[in-house]
């Protein structure tokens, strides 16, 4: 693998900082920290070893459990879409997986387990989301049939549907209806993700369920995670392949979209959409060389982008390049795409080499 391999930087120092940032904004709060999607991009295996003072982990899907068990995670996991049928069922249980259930067919499961054992399970209730969960009339059934089966409950969990705007009063109203379910029997509660744990009090809950701060990024639709305290814990580098020196008139990449004004140096990195780079991003997103900011321009191709060189003529072949992260928010760069931070990170794509940076200095990227 040659030095010009694009990379993904990865900072352990702040993932543990994040975590830290979580416990400010939630201090009573356990720590579901979730590592779903692998670890939104940043490896799994990777995010469970860093992430150890986390109280549990959360995952989508029972075979993301499954990996982190064989990486010899052994924190309580939580599948927040539950088992799908008696396989998965029995797996998880052989796996010690702590089990979101949803709807009554998850439920019905779960007498047919399992040599004796019975998983630990929470309860999803639909507040508002209207994605998974049971509505709130159906709860109290459910807790006396899964009572009456012996099945141990852990808790009820709900999720937020617009904690993202901070001041939308249904988030509340989410948090309340669930608190009121929990009754006399004072079940445990788990309900916000990153931006109702920061924004939303009635969301700092027995258990939160951080994801995209964790990953020194904003959950809201403005502003970056560094206003919140947060660094970022991916920086996407490339490298500069080639510089061309071309002709006012010249047309560059795909189409032509892009006449250059003046004769001037344009530069191509080696990132394009099949490392995960968003085929979306407008001419003018920014990508960070030699410390300063140069635009995007013309189409992204699948292995490569032009930027215009012109405010950092020195640049050379090999230079750097940062496409987000460290010195460059993700969250700018999602803008400039039409997207969310999530999805970019989420896309970082397999040929990319994760690299974790040693704790100490600032790694030497721009
Ligand atoms: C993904 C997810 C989270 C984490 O959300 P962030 O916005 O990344 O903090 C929490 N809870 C559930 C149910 C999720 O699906």
Redesign the pocket.
């Known amino acids: 693998m040659s030095g010009f391999t694009p990379r993904a930087l990865l900072d352990p120092d702040a993932f543990r900082h994040n975590l830290a940032q979580v416990r400010r904004y939630a201090p009573t709060s356990r720590v579901w920290a ?1 590592i ?1 999607a692998n670890a939104y991009g940043h490896g799994a295996e990777w995010a469970a070893a860093v992430l150890n003072a986390a109280e549990g982990f ?1 995952v ?1 899907r029972t075979d993301e459990g499954a990996r982190l068990r064989r990486a010899g995670a052994s924190r309580p996991i939580l599948v ?1 879409e539950g088992p799908v049928d008696t396989d998965e069922l029995e797996a998880a249980v052989e796996l010690d997986l702590t089990l979101a259930l949803h709807r009554w067919g998850q439920v019905e499961l779960l007498p047919a387990v399992v040599r004796g054992r019975l998983p630990k399970v929470w309860i999803k209730v639909d507040t508002g989301m209207h994605r998974l969960g049971f509505p709130p009339e159906r709860v109290p059934a459910v807790l006396d049939h899964l009572i009456g089966s012996g099945v141990p409950i852990a808790g009820l969990l709900t ?1 937020l549907a617009n904690a993202d705007v901070p001041e939308d009063p249904r988030s509340a109203e989410q948090c309340e209806q669930l608190r009121r379910l929990a009754g006399a029997a004072r079940w445990p509660l788990s309900i916000g ?3 109702g744990l920061i924004a939303v009090p009635a969301a700092r809950s027995d258990w939160v ?5 964790l990953y020194g990024v904003s ?1 809201f639709a403005t502003g970056t995670g560094a206003d919140l305290g947060l660094v970022p814990v991916m920086t996407l580098q490339g490298r500069l392949i080639a510089i061309q020196q071309l002709r006012r008139g010249a047309a560059v990449g795909y189409g032509g979209t892009y006449i250059c004004p003046e004769d001037m140096p344009v530069g191509v990195v080696n990132v394009g959409y099949g490392d995960g780079y968003p085929r979306h991003a407008v001419p003018g997103t920014p990508v960070l060389i030699a410390g300063r900011r140069v635009p995007l321009i013309g189409r992204v191709s699948m292995d490569m982008i032009h930027v215009d060189l012109r405010p950092c003529p020195q640049a050379a072949v090999g230079e750097l390049a940062t496409l987000w992260g460290s010195g460059l928010p993700v969250e700018e760069v999602a803008a400039c795409a039409g997207t969310i931070p ?1 999805e970019l990170l989420c896309r970082v794509a397999p040929r990319v080499r994760l690299e974790v940076r040693s704790s100490g200095p600032a790694p030497s990227a721009p």
């Open positions: 979730v779903k959360a989508a927040l999720h993700n990153s931006a369920r951080p994801g995209i701060m959950p999530y």
